[in-house]
């Protein structure tokens, strides 16, 4: 079993920055994919970025050029470095990572006010 914990959600105003951290724990080594979702009040979970094992990144198109997501497999952790937040961003972020199955972390709130 894998067990991820979100950390570093919190309130910002628009134009700052967060750095979201999901720390593995459990089975949490040599992870395959690792990644986010965000959920906003009312919509659909919405995926947000993902790493490979080998470093491959991709970006939903709505961050693209603001969050920058990378890995730490010593420390079974991967970031979400959030930049130039707008209200749009608010949500709950969810991590994940992949390793036969899927786990997902329980989520940290980000909230950018106007």
């Known amino acids: 079993q894998v067990q991820l914990v979100e950390s570093g959600g919190g309130l910002v105003q628009a134009g700052g920055s967060l750095r979201l951290s999901c720390a593995g724990s459990?089975?949490?080594?040599?992870?395959?994919?690792m990644g986010w979702y965000r959920q906003a009040p009312g919509k659909e979970r919405e995926w947000v970025a993902v790493?490979?094992?080998?470093?491959?990144?991709v970006y939903a198109e709505s961050v693209k050029g603001r969050f920058t997501i990378s890995r730490d497999d010593a420390k079974n952790t991967v970031y979400l470095q959030m930049n130039s937040l707008t209200p749009e961003d608010t949500a709950v972020y969810y991590c994940?990572?992949?390793?036969?199955?899927?786990?997902w972390g329980q989520g940290t709130q980000v909230t950018v006010s106007s």
């Open positions: 459990g089975s949490a080594f040599s992870l395959n994919n």
């Open positions: 994940f990572a992949n390793k036969g199955g899927t786990y």
């Open positions: 790493i490979s094992r080998g470093g491959d990144t």
